[in-house]
């Protein structure tokens, strides 16, 4: 378990050369813009477009309009080297999912640390009950009378002991004193995910706008082939 050493939240951690990339590119470039870009919408597929034809003709304006802003905005922000794109995206992905899996690592160990104090708190409770119990020669009329109580704190030490093993128990106190470090890690973490995520959703929506473009280039190429030819 992650708290047994009492170090639960102050683990150090240090930035990869992929994460300094990412921040060096998040310092050059906002690209919070982009959730203004609209979404190239696929009109060969769109049900309502083959059954209005003004529809379709709106929809090719939109397109139009969304490609327009894309490659002004791909522009701005130096990103129109593709394989640069590809390859920032590919590290914003990444960086995403570290963020993500970081996070969930805290919530895990701040979840052990309340389950912890959950546990102590009902072994305290119970223990001078425990106590009385063997001082009295454990005799049933008391177990009868404190059945429950003495049900809990051996539910209790069982579990701390599954937990501890044959280490000293932790204080309440030094558990509180960890929780509170891991809920500020689990925010400072949840705040860089949050960035993190807005960035990568960002540019992922230009990419996706890109290739809906792209994709169209060579059938249109092929379509005004045949009018050639057929000329």
Same mark, same amino acid.
């Given at each position: 378990?992650?708290?047994?050493?009492?170090?639960?939240?102050?683990?150090?951690?240090?930035?990869?050369?992929?994460?300094?990339?990412?921040?060096?590119?998040?310092?050059?470039?906002?690209?919070?813009?982009?959730?203004?870009?609209?979404?190239?919408?696929?009109?060969?597929?769109?049900?309502?477009?083959?059954?209005?034809?003004?529809?379709?003709?709106?929809?090719?304006?939109?397109?139009?309009?969304?490609?327009?802003?894309?490659?002004?905005?791909?522009?701005?922000?130096?990103?129109?080297?593709?394989?640069?794109?590809?390859?920032?995206?590919?590290?914003?992905?990444?960086?995403?999912? *570290?963020?993500?899996?970081?996070?969930?690592?805290?919530?895990?160990?701040?979840?052990?640390?309340?389950?912890?104090?959950?546990?102590?708190?009902?072994?305290?409770?119970?223990?001078?009950?425990?106590?009385?119990?063997?001082?009295?020669?454990?005799?049933?009329?008391?177990?009868?009378?404190?059945?429950?109580?003495?049900?809990?704190?051996?539910?209790?030490?069982?579990?701390?002991?599954?937990?501890?093993?044959?280490?000293?128990?932790?204080?309440?106190?030094?558990? #509180?004193?960890?929780?509170?470090?891991?809920?500020?890690?689990?925010?400072?973490?949840?705040?860089?995910? #949050?960035?993190?995520?807005? *960035?990568?959703?960002?540019?992922?929506?230009?990419?996706?706008?890109?290739?809906?473009?792209?994709?169209?280039?060579?059938?249109?190429?092929?379509?005004?082939?045949?009018?050639?030819?057929?000329?």
């Amino acid at each position: 378990m992650g708290c047994r050493d009492g170090n639960c939240g102050q683990k150090l951690e240090t930035k990869t050369k992929d994460e300094l990339t990412i921040e060096n590119r998040a310092e050059r470039s906002d690209l919070s813009g982009a959730v203004n870009l609209g979404q190239i919408i696929d009109l060969e597929k769109n049900e309502k477009a083959k059954n209005s034809d003004a529809y379709a003709r709106w929809i090719k304006i939109h397109n139009l309009q969304v490609q327009a802003k894309t490659f002004s905005f791909m522009s701005e922000h130096g990103l129109l080297n593709s394989t640069e794109l590809d390859e920032e995206y590919a590290l914003l992905t990444k960086r995403f999912r *570290q963020c993500r899996s970081q996070m969930k690592s805290t919530e895990a160990e701040l979840k052990e640390v309340n389950r912890c104090l959950r546990l102590l708190g009902q072994y305290f409770k119970g223990k001078s009950v425990y106590r009385e119990y063997c001082r009295c020669g454990k005799q049933p009329v008391f177990l009868k009378e404190h059945q429950s109580e003495l049900e809990l704190y051996e539910a209790a030490s069982r579990e701390l002991r599954e937990i501890y093993g044959d280490q000293k128990l932790p204080g309440v106190k030094e558990l #509180k004193e960890q929780k509170v470090i891991l809920q500020s890690q689990k925010n400072d973490q949840y705040k860089v995910f #949050k960035e993190v995520r807005e *960035q990568w959703m960002d540019l992922g929506k230009v990419i996706q706008n890109r290739d809906s473009f792209l994709k169209k280039i060579p059938a249109q190429l092929n379509e005004e082939k045949k009018t050639t030819d057929l000329g």
